[in-house]
């Protein structure tokens, strides 16, 4: 796959300046106007290392760290105080691992090129999922017409969000292009 910086020109990835000359393999540039060393090897990873973007890329890993080991930690509990082993259990314990690593894979698009991972067709599926459930229920012959419609009333703000979310991947994806374009930071 090809670098997505390749069809660009050359820009310093902390102040986004135009940067002179070619990054030849190995070589690094020199940003004339904020003095940053622009490694071709950091410009194949990041999209930007801009000094506040990459404090909150760490602080986001941070608490997503926290977070899994107190969901590993309440796992462990739950699996051996209140739940049986069975298939049930590998699900509880496989959904917190693949929440934690695509929390962590969208975390890292904050300052690095991702173009394998579509963070927000993935995020997008995940809210839509409650939705489609409670509209499936809603389908069910047993149930009274006022709890079909309430039940199918419930799962459209579900649609919403995941709408939402599919929306907010490509305006950080226009809004990451307009930062790198106009050679600064907004």
């Not at 393999?25 to 290392?49: M, Q, S, Y």
């Not at 739950?78 to 929390?103: D, E, R, Y």
């Not at 009333?153 to 979310?165: D, E």
Request: include cysteine; aromatic fraction near 10%.
């Amino acid at each position: 796959m090809r670098n997505r910086t390749s069809r660009r020109r050359p820009y310093c990835l902390r102040c986004y300046a135009p940067l002179k000359g070619e990054l030849r393999k190995g070589a690094r540039t020199i940003c004339p106007r904020c003095g940053f060393v622009n490694l071709k090897v950091d410009r194949a990873v990041f999209w930007t290392k801009e000094r506040r973007l990459l404090e909150l890329e760490s602080l986001a890993k941070g608490v997503i760290v926290v977070f899994m080991v107190v969901i590993g930690l309440l796992m462990l509990w739950g699996a051996g105080n209140k739940m049986s082993f069975g298939l049930g259990q590998g699900w509880a314990v496989g959904f917190p691992i693949l929440f934690g690593v695509l929390l962590w894979e969208t975390a890292s698009k904050i300052t690095r090129w991702k173009p394998y991972l579509r963070v927000g067709l993935v995020w997008s599926i995940l809210a839509a999922a409650p939705g489609i459930g409670l509209l499936l229920v809603a389908m069910l012959p047993e149930l009274s017409p006022l709890a079909r419609a309430v039940l199918a009333a419930t799962s459209l703000p579900w649609f919403g969000v995941a709408f939402g979310i599919w929306r907010l991947e490509a305006a950080c994806a226009r809004w990451r292009a307009r930062r790198i374009l106009a050679q600064g930071p907004s």
